[in-house]
């Protein structure tokens, strides 16, 4: 089992920045293909980006392209998420996932264990 724990999450103003990490614990993080994902209220959960279990390959949902950065500190078993030029549309529950496979996943489906969420509110 991977336990997964979100952090970072708060009130920033249109335009800003906050940056989100995901710290694992358990079994092995540095094989594992890890993503974020969101959910406002009344819609689905869905992708926001994703990383291979090297860090070499990355990918990112169109809306998020250009402004968000995913990465991963293997030594520190964390996962982030740098949000810049933050947007109101982009206020949801931010999850972190992964799979125990190591290529990268962009659907929900394809993921294997979840944290529970940070809340992320963007202010016009």
């Known amino acids: 089992q991977v336990q997964l724990v979100e952090s970072g999450g708060g009130l920033v103003q249109a335009g800003g920045s906050l940056r989100l990490s995901c710290a694992a614990s358990g079994r092995t993080f540095s094989s594992n293909a890890m993503g974020w994902f969101r959910q406002a209220p009344g819609n689905e959960r869905e992708f926001v980006a994703a990383i291979n279990w090297s860090g070499s390959i990355t990918d990112y949902a169109d809306s998020v392209k250009g402004r968000f950065t995913i990465s991963r500190d293997a030594f520190k078993n964390t996962l982030y998420l740098q949000m810049n030029s933050l947007k109101p549309e982009d206020t949801a529950v931010y999850y972190c996932?992964?799979?125990?496979?190591?290529?990268?996943?962009?659907?929900?489906?394809?993921?294997?264990?979840w944290g529970k969420g940070t809340q992320v509110t963007v202010s016009s």
């Open positions: 996932a992964g799979r125990w496979a190591g290529g990268v996943a962009t659907t929900t489906g394809g993921m294997d264990f």
